[in-house]
């Protein structure tokens, strides 16, 4: 088949299934399983594909139709301009969570600094930090070992293994060393509001790294109150939070000993990040 006519079906297909990214999806299907760029697929589109190529594409498109997300399905997410390994044992990166790397790269420039990452899931955050943080250091921690397992697939590939390490720890239990800097994007959702989320991630990515409690906070909390004993003085904690959590996530920061020094909007203009320094011992 010619390989505009497959892209063209494909698009169909998904747009009749109310995906609303339908020809993104088809052409980023395409390219990866050909393993050329989407620009090629443009370029080339007058070329035949193979019977063996199209029955990997309509497996593909099918998995995409029943709401499996595209990362998933490629087993792969760019995220600060790196592909990182994902699968439904991790969340998706997503791109508000790079305004935390901007900020704290940005704080810590030219320095060598110990990370902790609490949650970190693909452990995206910390070694997208670490690949602009020459000579740091840091530790990535999360109660899944399937997502550790990932984390460190992670952080081969981007030969970051002298640099970084992982560990299955609940926070709570977690006392090595002192940092300075703790980041998180912590399960943020209240669990009243699970269902609402859409099908795409209600379905597929783990709902463990969701589910923040009745008002979201739990795990937030959690962060917040064991940083009081991981932090140095003056060290940073850069906290990813939910919609409308800003003030009472502020509340407990300076509760805690905390300054705040930033806060980060979403791209709704939802404050989805606060960096806070340690300014006192409780």
């Not at 439904?88 to 790269?105: A, D």
């Not at 209600?202 to 909390?221: C, F, H, M, R, T």
Request: net charge positive.
């Amino acid at each position: 088949m010619i390989l505009d006519n497959t892209i063209k079906e494909a698009s169909r297909l998904l747009r009749n299934h109310n995906i609303s990214s339908y020809k993104l999806d088809a052409e980023l299907i395409l390219s990866d399983i050909m393993g050329v760029s989407r620009e090629a697929l443009i370029t080339n589109d007058k070329i035949n594909i193979s019977q063996t190529i199209i029955n990997k594409y309509n497996h593909a498109i099918e998995r995409r139709i029943n709401g499996e997300p595209v990362a998933y399905i490629l087993g792969k997410k760019e995220f600060w301009s790196n592909d990182f390994i994902v699968n439904q044992k991790t969340l998706i990166p997503r791109p508000e969570t790079e305004l935390l790397i901007y900020k704290v790269i940005d704080y810590f420039k030219n320095k060598r600094i110990n990370i902790l990452d609490v949650g970190t899931g693909s452990g995206c955050i910390l070694l997208s930090i670490l690949k602009e943080l020459y000579g740091s250091r840091g530790t990535g921690i999360d109660i899944s070992a399937q997502a550790i397992k990932i984390a460190r697939a992670n952080c081969k590939k981007m030969n970051l293994i002298h640099r970084a390490k992982f560990k299955v720890s609940d926070i709570n239990k977690f006392n090595l060393e002192k940092y300075d800097l703790i980041v998180s994007n912590p399960p943020y959702i209240p669990v009243g509001k699970i269902r609402h989320l859409s099908k795409d991630i209600v379905n597929y990515e783990p709902l463990s790294a969701l589910k923040g409690g009745q008002d979201g906070l739990d795990i937030i909390k959690r962060v917040i109150y064991k940083s009081v004993y991981l932090l140095k003085m003056s060290g940073l904690i850069a906290i990813e939070i939910g919609d409308n959590q800003y003030k009472k996530v502020s509340r407990i920061l300076r509760q805690k000993g905390f300054r705040e020094i930033s806060k980060e909007y979403d791209y709704n203009r939802n404050v989805r990040c606060i960096i806070s320094t340690k300014i006192r011992f409780l």
